[in-house]
Structure formats: structure tokens, C-alpha cells
């Protein structure tokens, strides 16, 4: 049973370049969430995506975007890197229509802005 | 303001010394409380899905419960492999997000 993919691994970007993440969610699972996790603190919530909407935003600028594709896969972009977008930013699938339900996350993309 | 906070911070403990990793939370309706385990610079690995005050789960060395408060994570007997950190989030109603709390990094020694 394949879990959660992320791809890529590492990333380093130039501050005010633009970024693309992509993450393809456990076999199954139709909703994806993105977090972004700074050093030494728990994940924050970037948004969720179900049925191809986005369902729900957490508070983050409207720098960061995002994408769910007719396979379940989605994409995160982010404009115009500012330093502070340094972080581990993770996707976690789910199933969408069944509350509560545990979120499985992938392993992380490696953002650094420099 | 929905709030998780994970105490202690860092814990060290002896191979087979037994602890408990405390996790409170102050939310307006909760739907869910889960406990993760990350490794260092690894996504967060599912654990336990609690729901209501009273609720228990164990697998393997841990052990998680509920009350209308606050969750703890019992650790009976940990392993060197068992050192990482723990993270506690919940599902609070209407909404479908997680908030995490920052974490207990548990180390184990030999």
C-alpha cells in the first residue's frame, strides 16, 4: 500500500523566486492538506483540498496557492519567496466525507530561501 | 482561540524508566485528538485517533488517553528506538484542519 509521496526531497530557492511542491496522497484517500512546519515547532495549517476545491485556508498569505488534480494529487506554488518561507512543508491525504479521520502525512519537502 | 499545548518540552529517560508526555487543549467543540511520532526531518507518523473523554489506545510500549481536558501518552519500558518527538493536534468542529501543539522531544539512553 503506497503512502503519501512528496517530491522534491530538498529544494533551495532564491528569495522572490517562485516555488512549486507536489505530493500524491495515500492509495485511497481523495482530500490533501499542506502544513508548514518551522524548526522546532509543530505544523501550521496552509489549506485543504477536496473535490478539487479548496476547502478550507489557514491563515497564510495569498502568496501560497495551491492545486488538486482529477487523480487526487495536488501541488502547493508559493510566490515571491521571503526568507520566513524557510521551513519542512508537508502534505497529508485523508478521506474527505468521514469525520473525525486521521490525516497521513508524507515526508516533507526541504524548502530553503536564500 | 483554539490552543494545544505539549509539556514537557524535552524529556530524557532511561531505557525501560516509564513517563507520561501530557498534551492540553482548549478548543471550542472537539472532534478528534491524534498523537503523531516524527523522526528528524521526517513527516509525522500516525498513531492514535481519540474521540471522546474516557477513551484509551495502545500499541506496542505506548499508551494514549482522554479526558475533556487534556490527553496523555504513556511510555512503559521505552527503547532508544522509541526517542523522537511526540506531537498532539486536534480536530475541533466545523473545521476540518489540525492544530499541533510544538512537540515533547523524548530522548532514550542505554
Known amino acids: 500500500d503506497a503512502g503519501v509521496t512528496q517530491s522534491p526531497t530538498h529544494l533551495i530557492k532564491t528569495r522572490g523566486q517562485q516555488v512549486t511542491l507536489r505530493c500524491s496522497p495515500k492509495?485511497?484517500?481523495?482530500?490533501v492538506s499542506w502544513y508548514q512546519q518551522a524548526l522546532g515547532q509543530g505544523p501550521q495549517f496552509i489549506f485543504q483540498y477536496y473535490e478539487e476545491e479548496e476547502r478550507q485556508r489557514g491563515n497564510f498569505p495569498d502568496r501560497f496557492s495551491g492545486h488538486q488534480f482529477p487523480n487526487y494529487s495536488s501541488e502547493l506554488n508559493v510566490n515571491a519567496l521571503l526568507l520566513g518561507d524557510s521551513a519542512l512543508y508537508l502534505c497529508a491525504s485523508s478521506l474527505g466525507d468521514r469525520y473525525p479521520y486521521a490525516q497521513y502525512f508524507g515526508p516533507g519537502t526541504r524548502l530553503t530561501v536564500t | 482561540e483554539d490552543q494545544v499545548t505539549q509539556s514537557p518540552e524535552a524529556l530524557r529517560l532511561q531505557e525501560g524508566e516509564s513517563s507520561s508526555l501530557n498534551c492540553s487543549y482548549t478548543v471550542s467543540g472537539l472532534r478528534g485528538l491524534f498523537w503523531y511520532r516524527q523522526d528528524p526531518g521526517k513527516g509525522p507518523e500516525f498513531l492514535f485517533t481519540?474521540?471522546?473523554a474516557g477513551e484509551e489506545k495502545e500499541k506496542e510500549r505506548l499508551k494514549a488517553t482522554l479526558t475533556k481536558k487534556e490527553s496523555f501518552l504513556h511510555i512503559t519500558a521505552p527503547k532508544p528506538e522509541d526517542s523522537a518527538t511526540y506531537l498532539c493536534?486536534?480536530?475541533?468542529?466545523?473545521?476540518?484542519?489540525?492544530?499541533f501543539g510544538t512537540g515533547t522531544r523524548l530522548q532514550v539512553f542505554p
Open positions: 492509495s485511497g484517500h481523495d482530500t
Open positions: 493536534a486536534v480536530q475541533t468542529e466545523g473545521t476540518d484542519k489540525l492544530i
Open positions: 481519540l474521540y471522546s
